[in-house]
Each structure stands twice: as structure tokens, then as C-alpha cells.
């Protein structure tokens, strides 16, 4: 299978720079799909389409000629992505990336599972139609936390501005995250290996990497003894389902912690489950990620 043609839906989000950036430095020639509203800007180098992604006829017209879609919309907007893959399937695409990235889907559970309903929804819709039509395929990409993101914004329970680590349990449960031009690469790797890659789900990681092993890095990095919040996920839990019964979906940020931190929950990939290798995707560097983000 070749792919040269590919859109990305949403590229000016938190993930969508770094997966345009990766795809044109691997020499695809992209569109980046956007709103009609959207006043963001892009680089001469990808095509800017802005379409109704409530319209079948613009979005018709948006992936006209295109090999492949990335989707990269935010959770919030997940409900238009149904929209996205019935217009890629017409229009001939031949390889769908869903809005995927984040939590491995295909374990989680309870709360977070509904609360993720609509990236299983898509699941479902992209294998049913790839066995309805031969020439489609797709491939669901988890990539756990936003690592290098994470760690600026705070979601990961460091404060760099106050010096405070927020440790879930005992601080030692492993779990991985990917740093966002890592997600790029692995992208724009899956898509030059459309054949190998195809109608599978895939795990990619910068790290395997505990709580208590990221805070010995920022203490030695800032030469300073950060204060240590420490926090249960059986508390997380129950807030998560308070908040979920209310129909408070920020209850998911709580959901994470107890599908990321808890001890013995083991739902992280495993470094042996990883498609790094087989991508050529490189592990990351922990300090010098830390370094980056002081």
C-alpha cells in the first residue's frame, strides 16, 4: 500500500503541530483539515482546508484525493469523528488514524471506559468497515499520557512553580507516556509501513517510568527537596464516580490517576508490548526532558 496524500483533522491542537511537523519532514504532502471558524495558522508548507465538519459535502470535498486521514480532534469534539470516518470511507481513503491517542482503550474500564465511549465507537465503525470494503484500513494508536505536555501543564502532579509532587500511592506503580513529537514520528512511521501496520492496535511509549522516578530527576535537575503531596487512588476513584453520576466528565482526569498510578493496576504497556522497535521510534530521554521542561 502506498500513501503520499494525507489530511490531518484538527492540526493546531495540543497533538496536531507535532504530527504535521512529523509527517512533512517524512515527506508526505499534508492537508491540515480545520473549522470553518478556525483562525489558526499554518506553514506554507501543508495545504489548509477549512470545512463543516457537520457537512458531508464539505468534508466530501476536504478529503477528495487524500490516502490517508489523521484525526487528531480533541475528546470533547469526538462525536464529529463518525462523521469524518463514513466521508473517508466514501471518498477512497485508504488508511484511517482515529483521535486514539491517550489511554489504551482496549483496557480500560468502568467510569473511563464510558466516558471514552466514543473513541470504542470508532473502533467498531473502522473494523466494520474495513471488512466491508477491501481497500480500507485502520490503525488505533495508544500513546498514554502527553508526557512532555503533561509535565508542563501540571496533569502529571508536578508543580514546577510551587516545587510540589502530588504521589498516588506508594509512587512506584509503572506506567508510559509519550512526549508529542515522539506521537509524530510514530505516525508518520505507521503510514510508511501501511502494510505491516494495518487494522491493528499499537502501543508507543518515550518512557516506562514510575512517579518517584520522575520526582529524583526534578530534585536533582533544581538542586532542591520538593514537597511531597501523597494522595490514594481509592479517594480518586470515588470522586471520579461522584462526579460521573453528576455527568461531570472532568471526572476523567481523576480516572486517569487510578488507571495510571495504582498500585498493581498494571494497565500500562509493557516494554516488550511496545511497537517502538518495529516502528523505529526512539525511547526518550527522561532528564533531558525534565531539563527541557524547567
Do not use: C, H
Request: no cysteine; net charge neutral.
Amino acid at each position: 500500500m502506498s500513501i503520499k496524500n494525507v489530511a490531518v483533522i484538527g492540526g493546531s491542537g495540543n497533538l496536531g503541530p507535532a504530527v504535521v511537523k512529523a509527517l512533512v519532514d517524512t515527506g508526505f504532502t499534508v492537508t491540515v483539515v480545520t473549522r470553518l471558524e478556525s483562525k489558526a495558522t499554518f506553514s506554507s508548507e501543508v495545504k489548509v482546508q477549512r470545512t463543516d465538519y457537520d457537512s458531508a459535502s464539505s468534508l466530501a470535498e476536504a478529503l477528495a484525493g487524500q490516502d490517508a486521514v489523521v484525526s487528531t480532534i480533541a475528546t470533547a469534539a469526538l462525536g464529529q469523528q463518525q462523521k469524518i470516518i463514513e466521508a473517508a470511507v466514501k471518498a477512497g481513503v485508504k488508511r484511517f488514524i482515529p483521535s486514539e491517542f491517550g489511554l489504551n482503550t482496549q483496557k480500560v474500564t468502568g467510569g473511563a471506559a464510558k466516558i471514552l465511549g466514543a473513541k470504542l465507537a470508532a473502533q467498531e465503525q473502522l473494523k466494520k468497515a474495513a471488512a466491508e470494503n477491501p481497500n480500507f484500513s485502520w490503525t488505533g494508536i495508544s500513546t498514554s499520557l502527553f508526557f512532555d505536555w503533561g509535565l508542563k501543564v501540571g496533569s502529571l502532579g508536578f508543580s514546577i512553580k510551587d516545587k510540589t509532587a502530588t504521589i498516588f500511592d506508594s509512587g512506584n506503580e509503572p506506567f508510559t507516556g509519550t512526549n508529542l513529537p515522539t506521537i509524530g514520528l510514530a505516525v508518520a512511521s505507521v503510514l510508511k509501513n501501511a502494510d505491516t501496520t494495518a487494522n491493528r492496535y499499537i502501543d508507543v511509549a518515550s518512557f516506562v517510568t514510575t512517579q518517584n522516578a520522575i520526582l529524583a530527576v526534578f530534585q536533582e535537575e533544581t538542586g532542591t527537596k520538593w514537597t511531597v503531596v501523597n494522595k490514594n487512588t481509592s479517594d480518586s476513584l470515588k470522586i471520579a464516580d461522584e462526579k460521573l453520576a453528576k455527568g461531570d466528565y472532568s471526572a476523567f482526569g481523576d480516572y486517569l490517576k487510578v488507571e495510571l498510578f495504582r498500585d498493581g493496576e498494571g494497565k500500562s504497556a509493557k516494554l516488550e508490548d511496545l511497537a517502538n522497535e518495529e516502528l523505529g521510534v526512539s525511547f526518550g530521554d527522561l532528564r533531558a526532558t525534565v531539563k527541557a521542561v524547567l
